[in-house]
């Protein structure tokens, strides 16, 4: 069966340090991949996406980047953080034939 | 463009009670439709899906059936828990498309 796993669960990070969020999938291949962030109390708003490795569509200016160095792993960077970027980030997969994505439980990010 | 309106939560109820929660999209193509649920601190989880119009998609006691003419996959439950407590994503994915288009999420709290 496929999961999807990603890491750290919570992060503490000052303004302008770098940030590196990882997710991972496994049991598929090729899936497309997502990577979602959610502000306390509000909605999904997809960031990035990505459809093969080395593909990446960005949904949403700012001062985050993704990267899909592999088939199943896709990576959320950013070079300096700001306190807006505080939320939940969530990664999901969608795949194999199927019409829904499935999530991964999210990393907490707190910028102080 | 495609979108989804869902009712404006907070949702309060007992424990026993009838749930609805309204969901309506826009689509210019044949959407399928989901319902996904996010219990505190964690990831998104599919509920259910309904893949072409009448289709009822029913899981964990919820029920939803897609009603193209009324545009809308409404969330119901004859008798909510204490557990059911959570907040309610409907989704629409344009069949060939790439992304989810979700709703805003509905806050749903079963007191006991």
């Known amino acids: 069966s496929q999961t999807i796993h990603q890491w750290p669960a919570t992060l503490v990070q000052p303004v302008g340090s770098p940030l590196s969020l990882e997710c991972t999938v496994e049991?598929?291949?090729?899936?497309?991949l997502y990577w979602y962030r959610q502000a306390a109390g509000r909605g999904l708003q997809l960031l990035f996406y990505?459809?093969?490795?080395?593909?990446i569509s960005s949904e949403v200016p700012q001062n985050l980047s993704a990267s899909r160095p592999q088939d199943r792993q896709f990576i959320l960077s950013s070079k300096k953080l700001l306190l807006s970027d505080s939320g939940f980030y969530l990664c999901?997969?969608?795949?194999?034939?199927?019409?829904?994505?499935?999530f991964g439980p999210g990393t907490r990010l707190t910028v102080t | 463009g495609d979108s989804v309106t869902q009712m404006e939560g907070p949702v309060t109820l007992s424990e026993e009670a009838f749930l609805t929660i309204n969901c309506t999209y826009t689509a210019t193509g044949y959407p399928s439709l989901f319902w996904y649920v996010q219990y505190p601190g964690e990831g998104l989880q599919l509920l259910l899906k309904a893949t072409k119009a009448d289709d009822k998609g029913s899981n964990k006691g919820f029920e939803a059936t897609y009603r193209k003419e009324t545009t809308s996959f409404h969330l119901e439950k004859g008798s909510v828990q204490v557990s059911d407590s959570a907040v309610y994503f409907c989704?629409?994915?344009?069949?060939?498309?790439?992304?989810?288009?979700f709703g805003q999420g509905t806050r749903l709290t079963i007191n006991p």
């Open positions: 990505s459809v093969g490795i080395g593909q």
């Open positions: 999901a997969w969608h795949g194999g034939g199927g019409y829904e994505q499935y």
């Open positions: 989704a629409l994915l344009i069949q060939g498309a790439q992304k989810l288009v």
């Open positions: 049991g598929t291949s090729n899936p497309n």
